[in-house]
C-alpha cells in the first residue's frame, strides 16, 4: 500500500495528539508530535535560565542550539514515543504548564524553528508518519497528501488540558490553564516564522462537539481515501 504524509494542524488542546496516535496505530504509521520538540527546547533554555519570567535571552539560546539533542523512543508501556532531552526523557517534564507558559515564545525563534523543521522533514522522508503541530502543512510538509486543521472552542480545549494536568497530579486552576491556551493561540497566530494558519488544501475539523471516536472515524476515513 502507498505510504503517505498526513499532516495535522491547530490550536492549542485541540486533541490534535490523541487522533495522531490513534490513526498512526490504525495505519501502522509513525507519530511525531512536533510540539514535544519545541517544549524539549523549552525545557533546555529553562534549565539555563535562558528564558523566565519577563525574559527571553534569544541569542544565548541561538548559540547553544547545537548542544541540544531531541529523539523520541518508544515507550513500551504506553506505546507510544517519548520525547528525550539530550539522551533523558522528558516526557513528563515537558507537559507542566511551567513549560506551556515559555513554549509560544521560544517557538517564535527562528533559529529554533529552523533547527526543528530540518528534523522533523528527514523523520518524514521515508512517508508513512503522522506529525502534528501548528505548522506541518505550510512550512515542514507542504505537499503532504493530507492535511487536517482542527479546531474547538477555547474553553473545551482549556477544559480538556485541565483534565489532563489534573489527572498528572498538577493542580492548576482552570482559568490559569484557559489563559495559556489563549495566549499560546495569540502569539501562535502573530509570530512572523510560520505563523499558525490553515493551510489553503487542509480539512477543517471542529470537534468541539463530536466524541472521540465519531472524530477518529471522520479522519480515518479520510486518510483512507488519500492512501
Ligand atoms: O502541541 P503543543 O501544544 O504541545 O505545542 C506547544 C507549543 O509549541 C505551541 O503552542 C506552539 O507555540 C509551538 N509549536 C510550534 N510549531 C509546531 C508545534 C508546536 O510553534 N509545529
Do not use: C
Not at 18 to 28: H, R, S, Y
Not at 29 to 48: C, E, K, P, Q, S
Not at 152 to 170: I, N, P, V, W
Request: aromatic share 6%; proline share 2%.
Amino acid at each position: 500500500m502507498k505510504k503517505i504524509i498526513i499532516a495535522i494542524d491547530g490550536f492549542s488542546s485541540t486533541g490534535k495528539s490523541t487522533v495522531a496516535k490513534q490513526l498512526a496505530k490504525a495505519l501502522g504509521y509513525v507519530y511525531i508530535d512536533t510540539g514535544a520538540m519545541y517544549r524539549a527546547v523549552t525545557l533546555f533554555a529553562m534549565n539555563h535560565n535562558l528564558v523566565g519570567q519577563g525574559y527571553l535571552r534569544e541569542k544565548e539560546l541561538e548559540e547553544k542550539l547545537s548542544e541540544i539533542q531531541i529523539h523520541f523512543k518508544l515507550n513500551p508501556t504506553t506505546d507510544v514515543a517519548d520525547v528525550y532531552l539530550n539522551g533523558e526523557n522528558v516526557e513528563r517534564k515537558v507537559r507542566t504548564l511551567e513549560v506551556s507558559q515559555y513554549v509560544s515564545p521560544i517557538a517564535t525563534v527562528s533559529a529554533v524553528r529552523r533547527k526543528l523543521v530540518e528534523q522533523q522533514q528527514k523523520m518524514g522522508e521515508e512517508k508513512g508518519i503522522v506529525m502534528d503541530g501548528r505548522d506541518i502543512g505550510t512550512v515542514v510538509f507542504p505537499k503532504a497528501e493530507l492535511k487536517l486543521f482542527m479546531t474547538a472552542s477555547a474553553e473545551k480545549r482549556a477544559r480538556r488540558r485541565h483534565d489532563e494536568l489534573l489527572e498528572r497530579g498538577e493542580h492548576v486552576s482552570y482559568e490559569d490553564v484557559l489563559e495559556n491556551v489563549v495566549t499560546r493561540d495569540k502569539i501562535d497566530v502573530s509570530r512572523e516564522d510560520s505563523p499558525l494558519v490553515k493551510a489553503e488544501s487542509a480539512i477543517e475539523i471542529d470537534n468541539s462537539n463530536l466524541t472521540l471516536q465519531e472524530q477518529f472515524d471522520k479522519i480515518l476515513s479520510l486518510s483512507k481515501k488519500s492512501i
